[in-house]
């Protein structure tokens, strides 16, 4: 009996297409998957980038809100400005006459750290204040106004963040010293 070669041969060539199939198939399905999580990585980066640029201008903002307190408030609001050096209590320059106008900041009151709204200022040379405003603007920031370490300077320190819920948010500082 005489085998067929050419059967033969057809023989041992089946599945091999169905291997390289399977192959290119994993292949461009490892590529896929690679381009998923760079794409993935990159909206992830970008959304942190977004948010970390709300919160410096936020901090940026309350800055500029000290800084306009800072230089308007000597103008007759307060006699030593809003925010005066430390008193030795033989000099009491306090700011207690802001009751009927207070602060505000973009329209909004500033606030101590437990919420109140600030009608005036003690003279410590320490001062700290913070606007909150939840919706659609969410602005918020703390400011410090630091004139005991060095009293011919004053030095503002301003966090901003880009949520006011005080679970997963960004923070940005920015300190000014004049």
Do not use: H
């Not at 041969?9 to 461009?28: D, R, W």
């Not at 750290?113 to 405003?133: D, E, H, P, R």
């Not at 300077?153 to 679970?167: E, L, P, Q």
């Amino acid at each position: 009996m005489t085998k067929d070669l050419r059967f033969k041969n057809k023989k041992e060539n089946v599945g091999f297409t169905l291997l390289y199939a399977s192959m290119i198939a994993g292949l461009l399905l490892a590529i896929g998957a690679a381009i998923l999580s760079i794409t993935v990585k990159q909206i992830s980066l970008s959304a942190a980038g977004r948010e970390s640029q709300f919160a410096f201008y936020n901090a940026d903002t309350g800055t500029e809100c000290a800084v306009y307190w800072y230089r308007t408030s000597k103008t007759g609001i307060c006699p030593a400005g809003l925010f005066p050096p430390k008193s030795d209590s033989t000099n009491d320059q306090s700011c207690t006459n802001i009751s009927s106008n207070p602060p505000k900041c973009l329209g909004l009151a500033l606030t101590d750290k437990y919420g109140g709204q600030i009608t005036s200022f003690a003279q410590t040379g320490l001062y700290s204040f913070s606007i909150t405003s939840q919706g659609a603007n969410n602005i918020c920031f703390d400011v410090t106004i630091d004139k005991n370490t060095d009293p011919s300077k004053t030095i503002i320190t301003s966090r901003g963040y880009n949520t006011c819920d005080k679970g997963n948010r960004f923070e940005r500082a920015i300190e000014v010293d004049f």
